[in-house]
C-alpha cells in the first residue's frame, strides 16, 4: 500500500503549536522492519488479534509473545469477533476482490463471503452495536459503509455520503472512510485523506441516520473512544497519537519516542486493562521517517491520568 505523498497539500500535520501531554509508553511486542500492521481486535482475556496487510493474523498473548494465528489468501485490513467467538477479518482475495473471511478458533479460514459491489479496499470493521449479527465495514475507495449480516450471508449497502469519501479521485491508493468505533448512540468514522472524524447518529432500527463532521483538521487512520467520549486518533503518516477531548480539544499523547511510528490502528484492552490504549504500526512504512523505518509495534498506552 502507498499513499502518494507527492500531493503535499491533502497531508497537513497538526499546528506546531498542539500541546503535548506525553503518556507512559510500553512496548509489547516487535515485528521486522517493513511489517504493514493494520488493525486489531481484543478478546475478553487480553489476547490482541493483529492483521498484517500481508494477509496474516498474529496473536500477541498479555506477556507479548506472538504466534501466526492464521493466514488468508489476499489483504486482511479489518478485523473483529463474530458472534461464535470466531474471528471476522475484512479485506481483499488474491484477485483483490472484497472479501470477509471467518476464521474459526483453531485459525481456520472456512467461509469467505464476496461482497462484489465493494471496491477492493474493504478497511476496518465493527460489530454493529444495535443490530444483532450484523457487522459494519468501512470502504475506503468508494466512500462508503456496507452492512454485513452473518446469519443470512448477505451485504447492504448502510451509508453512503460525501463526508465520506477522499478528496483524491486517483492515484494509486484512495482512503476516505477508514476506522470505525460506537460512543452511546453513535458511530464515529475516520475519513483520512479528508483530514476529518464524521459523526453518524443511530436511528432505532439501526439504520444510518444523519451524518456530520465531529471535527476536521486532523488526518486519521483508526481511532477509539473512551467511556467519556474522548477520542484518540492514529495519524499514521504523523506519527503520533492525538486526543480529542469532548470539547474538540487536541492534544499528542504519543509520538515516535513513544514507539508508535506509523500508527495504524488502536484500541482499549478489557477489564483491569481497559485504560490501556493498545496501538499497532507499520514503522513509518508509507511516510519513513528521520533515520529509516522502524519495526512494527504492538504498544500499550497508560491512560490513566484521562480516565
Known amino acids: 500500500m502507498t499513499i502518494e505523498i507527492e500531493r503535499k497539500p491533502l497531508y497537513t500535520p497538526l499546528p506546531q503549536n498542539t500541546p503535548r501531554n506525553l503518556v507512559h509508553a510500553e512496548v509489547i511486542a516487535s515485528f521486522p522492519v517493513n511489517t504493514f500492521l493494520e488493525n486489531l481486535a481484543i478478546d475478553h482475556v487480553n489476547n490482541i488479534y493483529i492483521t498484517d496487510t500481508k494477509g496474516f493474523i498474529y496473536k500477541v498473548d ?14 486482511a485490513l479489518g478485523i473483529c469477533f463474530g458472534p461464535q467467538g470466531e474471528i471476522l477479518v475484512s479485506g481483499c482475495d488474491d484477485n483483490n476482490i472484497a472479501t470477509i473471511f471467518h476464521i474459526n478458533t483453531e485459525g481456520i479460514v472456512n467461509e469467505t463471503f464476496k461482497l462484489q459491489e465493494a471496491s477492493y479496499f474493504l478497511n476496518g470493521m465493527i460489530a454493529h452495536r444495535y443490530k444483532e449479527h450484523h457487522y459494519l465495514v468501512a470502504d475506503s475507495i468508494k466512500g462508503c459503509i456496507w452492512q454485513y449480516d452473518y446469519k443470512n ?79 484518540y486518533v492514529c495519524t499514521h503518516i504523523f506519527n503520533s497519537i492525538v486526543r480529542v477531548s469532548r ?15 506509523g500508527c495504524t490502528a488502536a484500541l482499549f484492552g478489557e477489564k483491569e486493562k481497559k485504560n490501556t490504549l493498545y496501538v499497532v504500526t507499520n514503522g513509518g512504512m508509507v511516510s519513513p521517517p528521520v533515520g529509516g523505518i522502524r519495526e512494527a509495534k504492538l504498544v500499550a498506552l497508560d491512560l490513566n491520568q484521562f480516565i
Open 153 to 231: 450471508k448477505s451485504a447492504e449497502l448502510w451509508l453512503k455520503s460525501q463526508l465520506l469519501k477522499s478528496p483524491i479521485k486517483e492515484g494509486s491508493l484512495i482512503v476516505g472512510a477508514n476506522g470505525l468505533k460506537f460512543h452511546e448512540r453513535q458511530l464515529y468514522i475516520t475519513n483520512t485523506q479528508g483530514h476529518c472524524i464524521i459523526k453518524v447518529e443511530i436511528e432505532l432500527n439501526g439504520q444510518a441516520g444523519e451524518a456530520s463532521v465531529y471535527v476536521d483538521g486532523i488526518l486519521g487512520d483508526d481511532l477509539d473512544i473512551d467511556s467519556s467520549g474522548n477520542l
Open 62 to 75: 498479555p506477556s507479548g509473545d506472538i504466534e501466526t494465528f492464521a493466514h488468508v489468501n489476499g489483504e
Open 247 to 261: 470539547d474538540r480539544r487536541f492534544s499528542i499523547i504519543a509520538e515516535d519516542l513513544e514507539g508508535v511510528t
